[in-house]
């Protein structure tokens, strides 16, 4: 991982697109065929596949042509090009995804994005922010709340974007792909909550907004063809993260967004209320940073069910290595992180990771000292010491019992001496 982290953010809405130059690399990408319309859409499988067959090859041997039967000055009909191939393979680096969701069919946490091809590779998850969207609306699919409508629609517009862009070869760090994004998001948003029929409430908060949802993702891609290193472009709103993992353990690359602006440890007790997530109703920006990844690495983006109930950073790294040091594949790798998670949290928790530039096995090798360095040195002396606590928390609550049921019989044994020349009150001294 490179020593430098530019962080940028998109403003307000800015010019429309019909005013941009066509020479503008956001906009030599096929427009998104996403939209609001599109929200109970699931996509399926592990990745996106747009791979096209292109047109049988044409005979090398020349066709003849009868002489006279056509006019030589005609113009020669041109064969039409090809379609682009996609980026986007259904085979790709490994890669899991999951969306562990309290109540069935509830989540609202979408669906996380994993694609890739051989030279990219595109990971995001979106959480529907429950408190402040749990507005519910009548949908064709029943009652669902502004939170769990909010993170699939920014789901489909993001993911249908951010593939074009990469299929496009845009330049992912030109500050206009922060803020195309934001167009396209607040777009479909205010579309669809003009659709949406919304109960009036006679509830007025601050903190109540339409729609809204945090993400975080990554995009990642070869820096060049023979390359070793890669490009990873991370885009946030909100306290969703994205985490490089690699041989020196784990980097939180997004910075969360929160009013207290506290830090990934302090949050875990302060609980900070988010300052900046994306919503129909409210000014929102997306964040956008660049960093260098060097393989072996693992790119993770999280929601914060999936982080947010452990005892300590550390500690969720701890989870995430020693779960990948007891499975055999991806899928085993994946299935022990969700038992894991739902042992402690209490939230919607969506998570999506890819390997970049190694396989399972290498990748496994590769962080096996790291594991055991994060158990040893931090891990391992804080649960000894919370557990030293939680010994004491019972011993003094059994000897504040102890203290009760003591002073009690004490007490008794005492007080008819020291009540024996007590004046009586008016009730003795009458019967």
């Known amino acids: 991982m490179s020593e430098s982290l530019d962080v940028h953010q998109s403003g307000p809405a800015s010019p429309r697109s019909d005013e941009r130059q066509p020479s503008d690399p956001l906009h030599t990408a096929t427009e998104s065929s996403g939209g609001p319309d599109d929200v109970s859409a699931e996509l399926s499988g592990p990745g996106i596949g747009r791979l096209i067959d292109p047109p049988p090859a044409l005979e090398d041997s ?24 996609s980026r986007f393979t259904e085979e790709f680096h490994p890669s899991f995804g999951f969306n562990l969701q309290r109540l069935p069919d509830q989540g609202e946490d979408s669906d996380p994005v994993v694609a890739g091809g051989p030279d990219v590779g595109l990971l995001a998850v979106f959480d529907g922010m429950g408190g402040a969207g749990g507005t519910l609306y009548l949908t064709p699919d029943g009652p669902r709340t502004g939170a769990y409508l909010a993170s699939r629609i920014v789901r489909d517009v993001v993911e249908q974007r951010m593939t074009d862009l990469l299929d496009s070869h845009a330049e992912l760090a030109d500050p206009g792909v922060a803020q195309d994004l934001h167009e396209r998001v607040s777009e479909a948003l205010v579309s669809r909550a003009a659709e949406l029929d919304a109960p009036r409430s006679a509830l007025r908060s601050k903190l109540l907004r339409t729609l809204p949802t945090t993400m975080a993702l990554a995009a990642a891609r070869l820096t060049a063809p023979d390359a070793d290193s890669w490009d990873c472009h991370v885009f946030w709103a909100g306290d969703s993260r994205v985490y490089l993992f690699d041989s020196a353990g784990a980097h939180q690359l997004t910075r969360d967004d929160l009013r207290d602006h506290a830090d990934a440890m302090a949050n875990l007790h302060e609980d900070s209320v988010v300052s900046n997530a994306i919503s129909a109703d409210t000014p929102f920006h997306i964040n956008h940073a660049h960093v260098q990844l060097l393989p072996p690495s693992l790119l993770l983006a999280a929601t914060d069910g999936c982080f947010g109930y452990f005892r300590s950073p550390m500690h969720f790294e701890r989870m995430v290595l020693t779960t990948l040091l007891g499975s055999s594949d991806m899928t085993g790798w994946s299935d022990a992180m969700q038992q894991e998670i739902a042992a402690v949290t209490g ?20 962080v096996a000292t790291r594991a055991a360095e994060v158990a040893h040195r931090w891990v391992t002396p804080m649960d000894r010491l919370a557990d030293q606590i939680a010994a004491l928390d019972a011993e003094l609550t059994r000897l504040r019992r102890l203290q009760l049921t003591e002073t009690t019989r004490w007490w008794e044994q005492y007080r008819p001496g020291f009540e024996s020349r007590m004046a009586r009150s008016d009730e003795e001294a009458s019967s």
């Not at 939230?347 to 590769?366: N, Q, S």
């Open 62 to 85: 020349p066709v003849p042509v009868p002489q006279g039967s056509v006019d030589q000055s005609a113009e020669v009909e041109q064969l039409p090009e090809p379609p682009p191939v």
């Open 347 to 366: 939230d919607d928790a969506a998570m999506a990771g890819l390997l970049i530039g190694t396989e399972f096995e290498a990748f496994r090798a590769e």
